[in-house]
T-cell receptor, first 112, second 112 residues
Framework: GENVEQHPSTLSVQEGDSAVIKCTYS??????FPWYKQELGKRPQLIID?????GEKKDQRIAVTLNKTAKHFSLHITETQPEDSAVYFC???????????FGSGTQLTVLP | DAGVTQSPTHLIKTRGQQVTLRCSPK?????VSWYQQALGQGPQFIFQ???????QRGNFPDRFSGHQFPNYSSELNVNALLLGDSALYLC???????????FGSGTQLSVL
């Protein structure tokens, strides 16, 4: 089955700096890669996603890049703000298995 | 437009007991997936229901079972509870054939 690895597990940045979180996946049949933000005690919220026919996608301060050959994808947050502090999860959807597999999460702390 | 709703929000059980968790999908959605999220980890796929049938199943024992009703709502049942079943149980809904998941706020289950 699919295996998603996520790094780093914790990340601290100064307000205004950029943050990068990286994930790798194992199933070459995976074709959809969402990123979720989960604040303490709250539901995971979809913040951005990318499909395998696209190499990069941007939404304001958030961008995601995908390298299908290397089977890795990354989340980039620019001009970080304290409200960006949360746990971020990457995930990969395998069309053959028809399920979403999550990474282990990254605790992002933005220091004021 | 109601999002995904889950009940109850919190539940305390003892080992050996049985529990039922409930989920109502986002309006217009017909597919429900259940995930288990242990503390400090990413959500783990339990199973998915569509057209009142289990369509996909993750690596969980038969103690975990589910049901989907004609109105698309769903239940997750766990029998013979173990201490290790303590976790946040998340329900996610989607449209059949689409990968994008919308999560509920979860049910926090504590097994004592």
């Amino acid at each position: 089955g699919e295996n998603v690895e996520q790094h780093p597990s914790t990340l601290s940045v100064q307000e205004g700096d950029s943050a990068v979180i990286k994930c790798t996946y194992s199933d070459s049949a995976s074709n959809y890669f969402p990123w979720y933000k989960q604040e303490l005690g709250k539901r995971p919220q979809l913040i951005i996603d990318i499909r395998s026919n696209v190499g990069e996608k941007k939404d304001q301060r958030i961008a995601v890049t995908l390298n299908k050959t290397a089977k890795h994808f990354s989340l980039h947050i620019t001009e970080t703000q304290p409200e960006d502090s949360a746990v971020y999860f990457c995930a990969a959807y395998s069309g053959s298995a028809r399920q979403l597999t999550f990474g282990s999460g990254t605790q992002l702390t933005v220091l004021p | 437009d109601a999002g995904v709703t889950q009940s109850p929000t919190h539940l305390i059980k003892t080992r050996g007991q049985q529990v039922t968790l409930r989920c109502s999908p986002k309006s217009g959605h017909d597919t429900v997936s259940w995930y288990q999220q242990a503390l400090g980890q990413g959500p783990q796929f339990i199973f998915q229901y569509y057209e009142e049938e289990e369509r996909q199943r993750g690596n969980f024992p038969d103690r975990f079972s589910g049901h989907q009703f004609p109105n698309y709502s769903s239940e997750l049942n766990v029998n013979a509870l173990l201490l290790g079943d303590s976790a946040l149980y998340l329900c996610a809904s989607s449209l059949a054939g689409e990968e994008k998941l919308f999560f509920g706020s979860g049910t926090q289950l504590s097994v004592l």
